[in-house]
């Protein structure tokens, strides 16, 4: 009997270890698989075999070079193997340079510059935009001093405010008025083949104002002009205008608000109302640079494809303008960048409108490049005379297709998709042409497919035979 309970000891006490031991090497089992879903979480991103992931990219202090902060902020770069610095730049020329010269590896950029390299216009080379940055973005100021000579005839509403978008109709009594006291009327772009250019001079030309043309052997452009268009570089427009050096700049934000802020200028119009949803920067590398490095460009169109989506949460903004606020980006206060960012814009002190589609940076196929927008640029490059020669109607998509990439953009995408990133609906169905549009300020109807007849419509500008 003894023998027997000394026995249904031992074999208890065994089996108590044996459950002990099998409880242990279960727990080690559980935490495997708990980090294993946790990774799969985590991150969805399919790596590409990245040729070239230590990167520099470059930009001008515009809230329009978002994209790039959020892409490096949220990690979305990293996400993609990619250790990428982002430096500021002092001006379009050094960027264009920087690029060009292999010193940057791609850059926020004007949409004309790699349009211009590849076209004829300036320093040439082959440059090539997989990523449109933002449409709209842009604003003209003008001087208090103007903004009271023009107030009288601007058109106002019930509650006694201007009634937008003013038209630059106002301002032709203004310059008249200068031109009696012998002063030469002068206004600020950034930049020769700068969205803020076209913009200015066709709000300018739109009410008969003449903002001069370019020539072979004069690249001022202030031929035949009634206002003087010359360039400054963005983060000096205001000072420049307090100066008197100006009367008045186109420019992207904040450089518009901070002349509210600062008291010493009005917005007068948007380049939202100059051309609704316009395309503004886009983001370029060279061919050079995408032909060695495929994935690598196809990893960064990716991570900013996700940025913009990202900036068009609205419940984001608040922390895009912290971003941007700090010195290393934009560097300008809060309250100014918000003024934009948040769905408003401010014109005349106090005066602060609704305006939600200031900034785009998503929504619309915004970060498509479409060949469209594209050939828009070139036809305001002959207009004024920056392209000096009649080219054929086959020349402009000839021209863009080698500049614009749609195809490394949908692969990037495509990939996205595959992701749970973007819905396949982001993508658009298209021959990468919008459809014709008169979402103009003066009406006038663009057809990309047929830009002689466009640049033809203009009663100010070269004409073309077809």
Not at 45 to 74: C, R, S, V, Y
Not at 179 to 200: D, R, W
Not at 304 to 317: M, Q, Y
Not at 334 to 344: D, Q
Request: proline residues 6%; hydrophobic residues 35%; glycine residues 8%.
């Amino acid at each position: 009997m003894r023998t027997l309970l000394k026995n249904s000891i031992w074999f208890l006490s065994l089996a108590m270890l044996l459950i002990a031991c099998g409880g242990k090497d279960k727990k080690p089992e559980n935490k495997e698989v708990i980090t294993e879903t946790k990774t799969e979480k985590v991150s969805k991103t399919k790596k590409l075999a990245i040729e070239k992931p230590q990167l520099t990219f470059g930009f001008i202090k515009l809230t329009d070079m978002a994209p790039l902060a959020i892409a490096k902020e949220k990690g979305f770069f990293k996400d993609e193997g990619l250790f990428v610095s982002v430096e500021a730049q002092s001006n379009w020329k050094n960027v264009l340079d920087r690029v060009i010269d292999g010193q940057l590896d791609g850059s926020h950029m004007l949409a004309g510059q790699p349009i211009a390299a590849g076209a004829g216009f300036g320093r040439q080379a082959e440059l090539v935009t997989t990523f449109s940055m933002d449409l709209n973005g842009n604003g003209i100021t003008v001087s208090n001093d103007v903004w009271s000579k023009m107030k009288p005839h601007v058109p106002k509403g019930e509650d006694g405010k201007p009634i937008h978008p003013i038209k630059a109709d106002a301002l032709k009594p203004v310059i008249s008025s200068y031109k009696g006291e012998g002063k030469a009327f002068k206004m600020g772009m950034v930049f020769p083949v700068s969205t803020h250019n076209y913009e200015i001079r066709y709000w300018l030309a739109a009410a008969g104002i003449h903002p001069g043309m370019y020539t072979k052997d004069n690249t001022q452009g202030q031929i035949d002009a009634e206002v003087l268009l010359s360039v400054t570089p963005p983060p000096q427009m205001p000072k420049t205008l307090a100066s008197g050096t100006i009367f008045g700049y186109c420019v992207g934000e904040p450089w518009n608000q901070q002349a509210v802020f600062k008291g010493i200028g009005v917005p007068v119009t948007t380049n939202y109302d100059i051309w609704k949803n316009n395309p503004e920067k886009v983001f370029v590398m060279t061919k050079k640079f995408i032909d060695e490095n495929p994935n690598t460009a196809i990893a960064v169109t990716k991570a900013l494809i996700r940025a913009g989506k990202w900036l068009d949460e609205p419940s984001n903004r608040a922390e895009a303008v912290k971003i941007l606020s700090q010195s290393q980006y934009v560097g300008a206060d809060e309250i100014v960048l918000a003024n934009s960012m948040t769905g408003t814009f401010e014109f005349e002190k106090g005066d602060k409108r609704e305006m939600p589609d200031f900034n785009v940076f998503y929504k619309y196929h915004a970060t498509y490049p479409f060949y469209s927008d594209g050939i828009w640029f070139l036809t305001q490059m002959r207009r004024w005379g920056q392209i000096t020669e009649t080219k054929p109607a086959n020349w402009y998509p000839e021209t863009i297709k080698k500049i614009y990439r749609p195809d490394i953009w949908k692969k990037a995408a495509t990939l996205l998709v595959e992701e749970g990133q973007i819905p396949a609906s982001d993508i658009p169905e298209t021959d990468g042409y919008k459809p014709a549009t008169t979402d103009f300020i003066d009406g006038k109807k663009y057809d990309a497919k047929d830009p002689i007849s466009y640049i033809n419509s203009f009663s100010i500008g070269n004409k073309e035979k077809k």
